[in-house]
T-cell receptor
Framework: SQTIHQWPATLVQPVGSPLSLECTVE??????LYWYRQAAGRGLQLLFY??????ISSEVPQNLSASRPQDRQFILSSKKLLLSDSGFYLC??????????FGQGTRLTVV | RKEVEQDPGPFNVPEGATVAFNCTYS??????FFWYRQDCRKEPKLLMS???SGNEDGRFTAQLNRASQYISLLIRDSKLSDSATYLC???????????FGSGTRLQVQP
């Protein structure tokens, strides 16, 4: 069966520090991969999606970037965090544009 | 018009009540739809898929009205454990991604 791992679960980082969140998927090949962000009390905002290795589509301008170095690995990064980057970051995969399965999320607080 | 719109609620209902949420979408080409449930501080999880006019699973019924471009979720005999946020989801085949509504919060009270 397919599983998705996302870590860390919680992160507190100072403003201006770098960020690296990692997500891996097991049990499937060539998944679509997504990074979403959810601000407190708000809906999910699509940040990045990838349909293959090295293929990244960015949805909103921001100081975040994403990379897909391997088929089942998706990384979210930032060189310098802003206070506004705080939120709940969710990685997800789907076989196509059908239902998506989410990792447990990373709650990021920038202080 | 937003791609996916939902009433944010909260809907406060007593146990045993029937409650319905609506969701409207803008992309008339969308063929499939989903309802996700999200508990507080947790990841969303798939509740129901809707591929034709509707779908029923126990106390939950999802209906699709393509002409009016809305999807509804009906919950009968509400339980305390149904308290959560319900997210309406519409695939965007152009971007190969799912577009989420902002969610409707349900609070079932004893």
């Amino acid at each position: 069966s397919q599983t998705i791992h996302q870590w860390p679960a919680t992160l507190v980082q100072p403003v201006g520090s770098p960020l690296s969140l990692e997500c891996t998927v097991e049990g499937t090949s060539n998944p679509n991969l997504y990074w979403y962000r959810q601000a407190a009390g708000r809906g999910l905002q699509l940040l990045f999606y990838s349909v293959g290795i090295g293929q990244i589509s960015s949805e909103v301008p921001q100081n975040l970037s994403a990379s897909r170095p391997q088929d089942r690995q998706f990384i979210l990064s930032s060189k310098k965090l802003l206070l506004s980057d705080s939120g709940f970051y969710l990685c997800a995969w789907s076989a196509s544009v059908t239902e998506a399965f989410f990792g447990q999320g990373t709650r990021l607080t920038v202080v | 018009r937003k791609e996916v719109e939902q009433d944010p609620g909260p809907f406060n209902v007593p146990e045993g009540a029937t409650v319905a949420f609506n969701c409207t979408y803008s992309n008339s080409a969308s063929q499939s739809f989903f309802w996700y449930r999200q508990d507080c501080r947790k990841e969303p999880k798939l509740l129901m898929s809707v591929y034709s006019s509707g779908n029923e699973d126990g106390r939950f019924t999802a209906q699709l009205n393509r002409a009016s471009q809305y999807i509804s979720l009906l919950i009968r005999d509400s339980k305390l454990s149904d308290s959560a946020t319900y997210l309406c989801v519409v695939p965007d085949t152009g971007r190969r991604a799912l577009t989420f509504g902002s969610g409707t919060r349900l609070q079932v009270q004893p």
